[in-house]
């Protein structure tokens, strides 16, 4: 079972459309990330957070680290908001050296005009 | 703004050849990594390194050696090149997050390469 579920894997809505994506995790971290993946590769970090919710624009995302699980929500969806979405979190590797990520295999969302 | 250069997009070689990837940070960061992301699998650590010429492997690093001579440069070489190394190759780099450790982690653009 891996360390990080994202739900759903594939994801079509109509634009204008809230969208949400699921995000659960099974081990102790220090935060969860959200990233976004274009077609042809690069990846962009959306959020990082350890509690509570962030918002940044038309997107929000929410955890709740008594449950283990994360939402990353798009309001009024765009077709430029087609992507791969990534849950990633965060596992300590010692005081001083920066944390590794453990990924989610993504949710391919696609909007359509 | 941060920037992370994978030093090919695209790249064919043989089995059995030496490959090298390269990557270049132009954000002074101590941490950097290298991944490879997979359909179904997503993205998996092969090598990360902290220093200059420091390294610790990741979950997947058979097959695969690092070097990091310079604080900028973090290069994942394939030893001997297999078909089963051919895969999207991401790096990316972070700056060292103290006793919070946490950062975000900044990404190139990804090598797409294929092993024949």
């Known amino acids: 079972k891996n360390e990080v579920e994202q739900s759903p894997q594939n994801l079509t809505a109509q634009e204008g459309e809230f969208i949400t994506i699921n995000c659960s995790y099974s081990?102790?971290?220090?935060?969860l990330h959200w990233l976004q993946q274009h077609p042809g590769g690069g990846i962009v970090s959306l959020f990082m957070?350890?509690?509570g919710k962030k918002k940044h624009g038309r997107l929000i995302a929410t955890i709740n680290i008594q449950e283990k699980h994360s939402s990353l929500h798009i309001t009024a969806s765009h077709p430029r908001d087609s992507a791969v979405y990534i849950c990633?979190?965060?596992?300590?590797?010692?005081?001083?050296?920066?944390?590794?990520?453990?990924f989610g295999e993504g949710t391919q969302l696609t909007v359509n005009p | 703004d941060v920037k992370v250069t994978q030093s090919s997009r695209y790249l064919v070689k043989r089995t059995g050849e030496k490959v090298f990837l390269e990557c270049v940070q132009d954000?002074?960061?101590?941490?950097m990594f290298w991944y490879r992301q997979d359909p179904g699998l997503g993205l998996r650590l092969i090598y990360f390194?902290?220093?200059?010429?420091?390294?610790e492997k990741g979950d997947i690093p058979e097959g695969y050696s690092v070097s990091r001579e310079k604080k900028e440069r973090f290069s994942l070489i394939l030893e001997s090149a297999s078909t089963n190394q051919t895969s999207m190759y991401l790096c990316?780099?972070?700056?060292?997050?103290?006793?919070?450790?946490?950062?975000?982690?900044?990404f190139g653009d990804g090598t797409r390469l294929s092993i024949l």
């Open positions: 990316a780099s972070s700056v060292t997050g103290g006793a919070g450790g946490n950062q975000p982690q900044h």
């Open positions: 081990v102790g971290i220090s935060a």
């Open positions: 957070l350890s509690s």
């Open positions: 990633a979190v965060s596992l300590r590797i010692g005081e001083t050296s920066g944390s590794r990520l453990t």
């Open positions: 954000m002074d960061h101590e941490n």
């Open positions: 390194s902290y220093d200059v010429k420091m390294k």
